[in-house]
């Protein structure tokens, strides 16, 4: 749950996901929608669906409980060498090294290697060089830990404090002058952006949804009809009355832009009431059965902007520092309240 998602976004969901699974063998025997829906708030939504098959795994391979030696727990879907080794060696004491950034930044630094760690030629050395220290030492688990603390509290990006850093005396990067050279950062790629139109439409029988594909962002996860664009062009000539025939009354109710990681999403959000007929695909949800439909955090936005849920306080707190994406809550009573028309928002310019 923490790979990619704040401490205080985790503390909330994980007592309940734990106290609904406590087991590997729990967790495996429930379905994956009744896992998104626990899941809903956390975003990345492969990490959910990686943990469930992981516990399949378990029961599957393991007798229902989870490996302890790095070398099995790098096979469960999802696990990779970084968190299978801080599994294996702080909880379970195994002599084995792990790396994340903040590892690779301080042993390109003492080492005064000007790499990119990205590069699998550099990745293939941290490991490596990792490995022989935690071979050396008492504890893996202190060595690993104390790497990682050291680059987080110390050995900063930016301003790492090297007059009282414990390994100044040995510090290469220190020595030649080079700090601020190491690591090297690539350069990053240009995101593209895609332009979506989705429709809110709900009264007070429910919100009317249809799932996503079961490939590409955030797949198989629930939406309000949305049509995605192949172009900017397309983008620009959309009118919705021609692309909903079967809805009256619509009215745009908002726009913005969310990051992902491979793409940048430009939606816009139309409002309307459901029409007396349903297109296919499309499912009428009631206000009790929205928390069993998982929804993309973009998703939430969207039922924001047309009025349907309200923010939370940690959302607006989260756009404000400049937060692409945050958590928001569907409260059954905002579900069951009628549309609210509000006037065009546009937030975040559109691009193109
Ligand atoms: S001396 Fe400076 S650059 Fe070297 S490891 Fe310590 S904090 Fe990092």
Same mark, same amino acid.
């Given at each position: 749950?923490?790979?990619?998602?704040?401490?205080?976004?985790?503390?909330?969901?994980?007592?309940?996901?734990?106290?609904?699974?406590?087991?590997?063998?729990?967790?495996?025997?429930?379905?994956?929608?009744?896992?998104?829906?626990?899941?809903?708030?956390?975003?990345?939504?492969?990490?959910?669906?990686?943990?469930?098959?992981?516990?399949?795994?378990?029961?599957?391979?393991?007798?229902?409980?989870?490996?302890?030696?790095?070398?099995?727990?790098?096979?469960?879907?999802?696990?990779?060498?970084?968190?299978?080794?801080?599994?294996?060696?702080?909880?379970?004491?195994?002599?084995?090294?792990?790396?994340?950034?903040?590892?690779?930044?301080?042993?390109?630094?003492?080492?005064?290697?000007?790499?990119?760690?990205?590069?699998?030629?550099?990745?293939?050395?941290?490991?490596?060089?990792?490995?022989?220290?935690?071979?050396?030492?008492?504890?893996?688990?202190?060595?690993?830990?104390?790497?990682?603390?050291?680059?987080?509290?110390?050995?900063?990006?930016?301003?790492?404090?090297?007059?009282?850093?414990?390994?100044?005396?040995?510090?290469?990067?220190?020595?030649?002058?080079?700090?601020? +050279?190491?690591?090297?950062?690539? $350069?990053?790629? %240009? &995101? #593209? /952006?895609?332009?979506?139109?989705?429709?809110?439409? !709900?009264? =007070?029988?429910?919100?009317?949804?249809?799932?996503?594909?079961?490939?590409?962002?955030?797949?198989?996860?629930?939406?309000?009809?949305?049509?995605?664009?192949?172009?900017?062009?397309?983008?620009?000539?959309?009118?919705?009355?021609?692309?909903?025939?079967?809805?009256?009354?619509?009215?745009?109710?908002?726009?913005?832009?969310?990051?992902?990681?491979?793409?940048?999403?430009?939606?816009?959000?139309?409002?309307?009431?459901?029409?007396?007929?349903?297109?296919?695909?499309?499912?009428?949800?009631?206000?009790?059965?929205?928390?069993?439909?998982?929804?993309?955090?973009?998703? +939430?936005?969207?039922?924001?902007? $047309?009025?349907? %849920? &309200? #923010? /939370?306080?940690?959302?607006?707190?989260?756009?404000? !520092?400049? =937060?692409?994406?945050?958590?928001?809550?569907?409260?059954?009573?905002?579900?069951?309240?009628?549309?609210?028309?509000?006037?065009?928002?546009?937030?975040?310019?559109?691009?193109?």
């Amino acid at each position: 749950m923490l790979q990619q998602t704040q401490v205080g976004r985790v503390a909330e969901r994980f007592e309940a996901f734990v106290a609904r699974w406590p087991t590997a063998a729990g967790l495996a025997a429930a379905t994956e929608d009744q896992v998104l829906a626990m899941w809903q708030g956390l975003g990345y939504y492969r990490r959910a669906r990686r943990l469930h098959e992981a516990a399949k795994a378990c029961v599957a391979r393991f007798g229902g409980t989870v490996p302890r030696r790095a070398a099995d727990l790098v096979t469960l879907p999802g696990v990779g060498r970084y968190t299978a080794g801080a599994v294996a060696s702080i909880v379970h004491g195994e002599r084995t090294a792990i790396v994340d950034g903040n590892v690779a930044r301080v042993l390109l630094r003492v080492h005064g290697r000007a790499l990119d760690p990205a590069s699998r030629s550099t990745q293939d050395w941290l490991w490596s060089t990792a490995q022989d220290l935690v071979e050396q030492a008492r504890s893996a688990a202190s060595v690993n830990e104390g790497l990682m603390e050291l680059g987080a509290i110390m050995c900063t990006p930016r301003t790492p404090r090297c007059e009282s850093c414990p390994w100044r005396p040995r510090c290469v990067a220190h020595r030649d002058g080079t700090v601020d +050279r190491i690591p090297v950062v690539a $350069a990053k790629a %240009v &995101r #593209p /952006t895609v332009h979506w139109e989705t429709l809110v439409m !709900h009264d =007070a029988r429910g919100l009317v949804l249809e799932r996503r594909s079961d490939h590409g962002l955030w797949a198989e996860l629930w939406q309000t009809p949305t049509i995605e664009h192949d172009s900017v062009a397309d983008a620009r000539a959309f009118d919705p009355n021609a692309a909903w025939p079967e809805v009256a009354g619509i009215v745009e109710a908002g726009a913005f832009t969310v990051v992902t990681s491979p793409r940048r999403v430009a939606f816009r959000v139309w409002s309307a009431k459901p029409p007396k007929r349903l297109a296919r695909g499309w499912q009428r949800v009631g206000p009790e059965l929205l928390d069993e439909h998982a929804m993309s955090n973009a998703m +939430r936005r969207v039922l924001e902007t $047309a009025s349907f %849920v &309200r #923010p /939370t306080a940690d959302a607006r707190a989260a756009r404000s !520092h400049g =937060a692409a994406d945050s958590r928001r809550t569907l409260a059954p009573e905002d579900a069951a309240r009628p549309a609210t028309r509000v006037r065009s928002n546009n937030r975040s310019r559109r691009e193109g």
